[in-house]
């Protein structure tokens, strides 16, 4: 591969100033990538128990972990998983449900997503299958980013509740490159604040943005969909995507660009290991 | 707005407590839309909790009070199988009521 | 409407009523007449759903734009510092519109608690009646418009007594 597409990521990462978490430089692989990924976080927050870093800002600050424990006393997306249950669990016009086109009726898989789809040779989230699965069955699609989208994957995720982020990149070049475009993405500054993912989820990670906490890069997308109090409901990762291009002052792709399926195929596949928390609940 | 109302009520040790959360847009009227034209104010203005028909709890809410508002309160008394209500009315007549069970 | 029901005796114009309100000793009779047609379930008081009555809301008092008018239209008296009040809210707000706020007091005999946020455009942001029986302890999260302090009325044994806590506020930045 690789070889090539490494040292130019490297060339670019350092041409931007940027100390990456080391990715192995000799060998490289998505699976050595996440070691060294996920060592880097460990060694920079050597308290934080390694799965915790689901909990993002509240794993970095005590004030806002206390706030944070105040409102989940009855969480805030209470409302979208009821509506998200109804929802999942009605049956299409023509008597099909959502679970005949997921495995396991649809329950317990949201750790397996995002997935590289061998026949499109795309990545697909979990809320592009579901919207699949609706033009499957005759159905509009629904809106990637919030409403009943949102709170049919914030029922599917909590059928995953604590069960291992689990993202597969096989054997296949295309999902190779999926997952290193997400990768540069992330790398890559953008918008006229000329930020990347990274200047605020690695290297301020931990570090206050006016009264917010940032969320490091690992466990980041893992407590999606989220109900944030900002937003006032619930939305996907593709919702915060778009919010922090336009907060970079970027411009936003659309929801199911490739540049987002790929960035949330890479940000998942980091996550490797750790509890889903679907749905979380942020400021 | 039937549904709107979330509780959670244990007795434990002569002691009820009651969380609850009410789904409501609680919108102060100081808000503006994407269009540019301010949401008007629509808040839940008086919230009764009642126990074997005794009021045990009275709230009075203004706009500040947050969106899908929040409440836990404890009262001695109740026991797990006895009904708990909660109501609520807003500032623009809506209502809605519930009846649960303690744990 | 019998004189028993004391709820409705709260206009909005009345301050928090200082006496305690409850409908225990009301009969049966009485109650059926308080509840709304169709959520009287058969027989069983205890299943009954107590209505909230909007005539209850004293609406001059959240109209009120600051401490001294809102704590004069709320219980017509004023209140003294006490250190038996525990107010718990965050030093910095992750989020000016979900502040967590909890209220419980060591104070006999508490019949009210008023939380007030004096930066925002009504003083009062919410005020509970705590009937005989309830814990003089709430806990709620309400909306804070910037950088204020919070103070919390409470009422105890016919008099006023208060607390507060600075909270700050800024805008929400660009985390997460």
């Known amino acids: 591969m690789q070889g090539k597409t490494m040292k130019r990521m490297l060339i670019v990462a350092l041409s931007i100033g940027l100390v990456v978490p080391a990715m192995a430089a000799s060998n490289p692989s998505p699976a050595s990538d996440l070691k060294a990924f996920q060592d880097y976080f460990h060694k920079r927050f050597p308290t934080v128990p390694p799965a915790d870093f689901v909990n993002g800002p509240y794993a970095m600050n005590a004030d806002m972990r206390a706030q944070w424990q105040d409102i989940m006393q009855f969480p805030p997306y209470q409302f979208a998983l009821d509506s998200g249950k109804t929802l999942f669990e009605a049956a299409f016009p023509n008597g099909h449900h959502y679970g005949d086109c997921f495995a396991n009726k649809g329950l317990g898989i949201a750790q397996n997503y995002p997935k590289f789809d061998p026949k499109s040779g795309k990545i697909i989230t979990i809320e592009i299958a579901v919207n699949q699965c609706r033009t499957k069955n005759g159905q509009p699609p629904l809106d990637l980013q919030k409403g009943d989208m949102a709170d049919i994957v914030a029922y599917m995720t909590s059928t995953s509740d604590g069960k291992p982020i689990d993202v597969k990149i096989p054997n296949d070049p295309r999902a190779l490159a999926a997952y290193e475009a997400g990768k540069e993405y992330f790398y890559s500054r953008r918008g006229q604040l000329n930020f990347s993912c990274a200047s605020c989820h690695v290297q301020g990670a931990g570090d206050h943005l006016r009264a917010e906490v940032l969320a490091p890069a690992l466990g980041l997308t893992a407590a999606f969909p989220m109900y944030r109090s900002t937003w006032g409901d619930t939305g996907t990762v593709v919702r915060r995507f778009i919010e922090c291009n336009i907060q970079v002052r970027a411009e936003p792709g659309k929801p199911d660009s490739t540049a987002y399926r790929d960035l949330e195929y890479f940000l998942a596949y980091m996550n490797n290991g750790l509890p889903v928390a679907g749905p979380g609940a942020r400021p | ?103 | ?176």
């Open chain 3, 1 to 176: 409407m019998t004189k028993a029901v004391s709820v409705n005796e709260l206009h909005a114009d009345t301050p928090l009523l200082t006496r305690r309100i409850t409908l225990s000793g009301i009969a049966a009779g009485t109650l059926a007449a308080l509840l709304a047609p169709g959520f009287t379930r058969a027989a069983h008081a205890e299943a009954a759903i107590v209505m909230a009555d909007p005539s209850i809301y004293p609406t001059k008092a959240f109209e009120a734009k600051n401490e001294a008018d809102a704590t004069k239209a709320m219980f017509n008296m004023t209140a003294t510092a006490s250190d038996q009040i525990q107010l718990n809210a965050p030093d910095i707000a992750e989020n000016g519109a979900v502040v967590p706020v909890s209220v419980s007091s060591t104070l006999p005999n508490v019949t009210a608690i008023a939380i007030l946020s004096l930066g925002n455009p009504s003083t009062i942001a919410a005020a509970y009646q705590i009937p005989a029986g309830t814990d003089p302890s709430i806990s709620g999260r309400i909306k804070l418009a910037k950088s204020t302090d919070v103070v919390v009325l409470v009422q105890a044994g016919g008099k006023l007594y208060s607390t507060s806590k600075n909270v700050k506020v800024t805008l929400g930045g660009c985390g997460g």
């Open chain 2, 1 to 103: 707005m039937p549904g709107s109302i979330l509780v959670r009520a244990s007795a434990n040790g002569g002691t009820t407590t009651v969380q609850a959360l009410i789904h409501h847009p609680m919108d102060s009227g100081f808000v503006k839309n994407a269009e540019g034209a301010l949401i008007p104010a629509h808040y839940i203005e008086v919230v009764q909790f009642a126990h074997a028909g005794k009021i045990v709890l009275t709230a009075f809410w203004g706009p500040a009070v947050s969106k899908d508002p929040f409440t836990k309160f404890s009262f001695k008394g109740g026991a797990a199988g006895d009904d708990i209500s909660i109501s609520w009315v807003d500032n623009l007549g809506n209502k809605d009521s519930v009846s649960s069970k303690i744990m």
